[in-house]
């Protein structure tokens, strides 16, 4: 969720004024309104800022355990948390994998930025900068993801590869249209496009999260085979990744643009909902599944 698409609260003097039997029609509707409007912008704003903090420990996580690794040339380190993460002799797999793990923190932390209303409107040569690194950066990292899923043995099995090829084919697609209406000056759809696109490229993220919470709820691993990571869930989530947070966001678009108190407020709730689960996901990956090994 980006803060530049949930500051947009109408306002008017009218809001504030005391709704009695001679208040128009249209002037007590948008009255009722203003508290709706307000809870979905700060539901929305509470989802972002737990979602910022599980994306800064993610990259925390990348850096202080793979690129520390890479550094201290113990790239074999990877083998240990990541299957075939690093094979002896094989020179474009392993060229691959850097470049795809690498470019996730960078994805992250660009993205982040991105969302960040304050740096559009102070600094928007950094804005477009660093929006050319993201989609860029998007790209490749897409590309890499393709190649370790159907040409390395990826993990998983194949009804997973096809969940992991859906994201990479969304992210390409979004990429091209953000970057289409950005150089048409049609800011709005842009922003929009920015949206899903930067909730697909957090896929992966959206993917561990939504397993250790899974497991949390479940008091451990349930509707999978943790061995050889193949299962039911597992398909299920490969696929929920991408499909649910994009869902989520075009119901929270059109509940914003929806003159309805009873849809906002709905709204708004499900993403309380939604920020709690996201918070003990988050809580759980890095408590049981990054902070070992770093």
């Known amino acids: 969720m980006s803060t530049g698409s949930i500051d947009t609260i109408p306002d008017s003097a009218s809001m504030h004024e005391p709704a009695n039997k001679n208040t128009p029609p249209h002037t007590l509707s948008r009255a009722l309104n203003k508290p709706a409007s307000m809870a979905l912008s700060h539901a929305a704003r509470l989802w972002f800022s737990v979602a910022i903090i599980g994306q800064l420990l993610f990259v925390y996580y990348i850096l202080g355990f793979y690129v520390a690794s890479a550094l201290r040339g113990d790239l074999a380190a990877w083998s240990k948390v990541l299957p075939h993460g690093y094979i002896k002799g094989d020179n474009i797999g392993n060229a691959a994998i850097i470049t795809h793990i690498f470019l996730a923190a960078c994805i992250t932390l660009a993205g982040i930025l991105q969302l960040i209303p304050q740096l559009r409107t102070r600094a928007p040569v950094f804005h477009r900068w ?100 193949e299962g039911p869930f597992l398909s299920f989530l490969s696929f929920a990744n991408s499909l649910i947070p994009l869902l989520v966001l075009e119901l929270y678009l059109r509940t914003q643009d929806s003159k309805s108190t009873l849809a906002r407020y709905s709204m ?7 920020s709690v689960a996201s918070g003990i996901g988050i809580a759980v990956a890095f408590m049981g599944m990054w902070r070992p090994h770093l």
Not at 145 to 150: A, I, N, P, R
Request: charge should be positive.
């Open 130 to 229: 660093n929006g050319r690194i993201y989609l860029g950066s998007l790209v490749i990292a897409a590309g890499s993801g393709l190649y370790m899923v159907w040409l390395r043995d990826g993990v998983g099995d194949f009804v997973q590869h096809l969940g992991v090829s859906l994201n990479a084919v969304l992210i390409l697609f979004c990429a091209a249209m953000a970057l289409r209406h950005a150089l048409a000056r049609q800011f709005a759809l842009h922003r929009r496009w920015a949206l899903r696109l930067f909730l697909l490229a957090n896929g992966v993220w959206f993917f561990r999260i939504g397993l250790m919470f899974w497991i949390a709820v479940n008091q451990g691993p349930a509707g999978f085979n943790p061995k050889t990571f």
């Open 268 to 274: 708004a709730g499900g993403l309380l909902v939604l």
